[in-house]
Nanobody, 127 residues
Framework: VQLQASGGGLVQAGGSLRLSCEVT????????VGWFRQAPGKEREGVSC??????WYAKSVKGRFTISSDNVNNIVYLQMDELKPEDTAVYYC???????????????????????WGKGTLVTVSS
């Protein structure tokens, strides 16, 4: 199983970006997929995750970010609107066979892990 994140870049505050996570080796209906981020000097935090019709969002992004999936092409998207400088981070996608484990990893971060991780894509939001 491999995950490849893309779509990062430099954007002004208030702007939008769409990240893509291409998943190979497993069909999306068999795994939960989540987006995480890590800013310099900070711990990794969960941003959003999905499995079938279930969705979870961190409070800091709720109402601004939208997670979705293309089950034909096996891609999970993260539409990020109203971006803020504090959204600047490396964004990673991860996958797990367990939705409960995905959610607890997203909510609690350290001491939890996922089955699979991809390399990150850098998002920089300028003020």
């Amino acid at each position: 199983v491999q995950l490849q994140a893309s779509g990062g870049g430099l954007v002004q505050a208030g702007g939008s970006l769409r990240l893509s996570c291409e998943v190979t080796g497993v069909r999306l209906y068999n795994v939960a997929v989540g987006w995480f981020r890590q800013a310099p000097g900070k711990e990794r935090e969960g941003v959003s995750c999905l499995s079938d019709s279930s969705r979870w969002y961190a409070k800091s992004v709720k109402g601004r970010f939208t997670i979705s999936s293309d089950n034909v092409n096996n891609i999970v998207y993260l539409q990020m609107d109203e971006l803020k400088p504090e959204d600047t981070a490396v964004y990673y996608c991860g996958a797990d066979s367990s939705w409960p484990n995905m959610v607890v990893t997203a909510r609690e971060g350290k001491n939890h892990d996922l089955d699979y991780w991809g390399k990150g894509t850098l998002v920089t939001v300028s003020s």
